[in-house]
């Protein structure tokens, strides 16, 4: 069975940073293109970011780029992202998925993770 795994969340100050990692098993990970997503509480599901199969391109959501920075290694079918410079914006669950297919409208992510709360606070 597919399974997708993140870890890496916690509670930190404004200005802090945070690396969340997400584990993938049961799929041939370098097939995949990957997502990170996350959703506060009583708001709308963000994109966050994205790669490509071969980690070779990367997208990022607006209210992140700069701060962000997502990363695979298909070695270990993982996928990391990097949280620098945190504002209590970033406060949510945060998901990882997987997208067996992307085209010019955006991926289809056809597995997700259970998420791993982040939560920034002064």
């Known amino acids: 069975q597919v399974q997708l795994v993140e870890s890496g969340g916690g509670l930190v100050q404004v200005g802090g940073s945070l690396r969340l990692s997400c584990a993938a098993s049961g799929l041939t990970f370098s097939e995949y293109a990957m997502g990170w997503f996350r959703q506060a509480p009583g708001k709308e599901r963000e994109f966050v970011a994205h790669?490509?199969?071969?980690?070779?391109?990367?997208y990022y959501g607006d209210s992140v780029k700069g701060r962000f920075t997502m990363s695979r290694d298909n070695d270990k079918n993982t996928v990391d992202l990097q949280m620098n410079s945190l504002k209590p914006e970033d406060t949510g669950v945060y998901y990882c998925?997987?997208?067996?297919?992307?085209?010019?409208?955006?991926?289809?992510?056809?597995?997700w993770g259970q998420g791993t709360q982040v939560t920034v606070s002064s």
């Open positions: 790669v490509s199969w071969t980690g070779g391109s990367t």
């Open positions: 998925a997987a997208s067996e297919g992307c085209s010019g409208y955006g991926c289809t992510y056809d597995y």
